[in-house]
DNA sequence: CGTTATAGCTTGGTCACCGATATACTCGCC
DNA sequence: GGCGAGTATATCGGTGACCAAGCTATAACG
């Protein structure tokens, strides 16, 4: 187990959307399209794998189940464990903006004098990278 | 191509390491690690891998090479393209890290009483699943 | 009666990352 | 003078989170 901690994205928000308060699946996926403001959509391959993933990792944990209007809703709920780890990463995240904040401020002051054009660069490179290439064993 | 925008933890570390100044492989790793107080070791294989991806995708370009000490060291520079895309990366963190804090906080007030336990539910996971489990079609 | 929206779930493929390994040169140690 | 550690480059195989696409079912709207 040992909860791979750097979260990707889409589980990241999963996790933020249940912080709260609990909710079911199709719930979350419009949730995390509101956090996102609809720069990202969930899949349901995404979702439901998480959600299996999660709960074997003791991050999340089913809550209840509800039938609203003939439909099956099935509840998910945030573990304190599962608050933890989100907090722990909220934490991690944080300090990764500030550093690159700091440093594309710093990069303004020395910023690229001819705008460093289109950056094509590949017609150096096939001339750079032959310098080493020594036994290349291959198998 | 069209540049995978949710760029992974290393790659958005390694842009960031490059963004005041062009900075050479092993450089990177070491400055990486600075950058993480330690907590994330950047590999080779991830590492030139990842240079070679963003330079395909020109958010990075060789720079210069240079001999200190009998080494070779290969320099690289964040292209303005590159600086772009790590802008637009860092405001998506940062409202993502708002979001989750402003949850994390509204959670506080609505905490699980009975602490919830160690977060097991693998006991009454069996139990929920089999409710739907229609066709089933085992292929 | 077909389409859209809500709600659940599966399967198959991809790609970034990790772990291990290889080359090569320099320096300090014994 | 060989040996390991540190610097610096690169490749290869495996894994797993994610995406794309599809499936079942109900309720409401046309």
Not at 2 to 9: K, S
Request: aromatic share 4%; no cysteine.
């Amino acid at each position: 187990m040992t909860t791979p901690v750097p979260l990707r994205e889409p589980t990241f928000l999963i996790l933020t959307a249940l912080a709260p308060e609990p909710m079911h699946g199709y719930g979350i996926i419009t949730e995390v399209a509101a956090l996102s403001d609809g720069r990202l959509t969930l899949r349901p391959g995404t979702l439901y794998g998480a959600l299996d993933r999660l709960t074997d990792e003791g991050l999340v944990e089913p809550d209840r189940e509800e039938i609203v209007g003939g439909r099956l809703r099935r509840y998910y709920r945030l573990t304190d464990t599962g608050g933890t780890v989100l907090a722990a990463e909220t934490e991690r995240l944080r300090r990764n903006v500030e550093a690159a904040s700091r440093r594309l401020r710093a990069r303004a002051g020395s910023a690229a004098p001819g705008s460093a054009a289109t950056a094509r660069g590949s017609a150096l490179r096939p001339a750079l990278r032959p310098t080493l290439r020594p036994a290349g064993g291959p198998a």
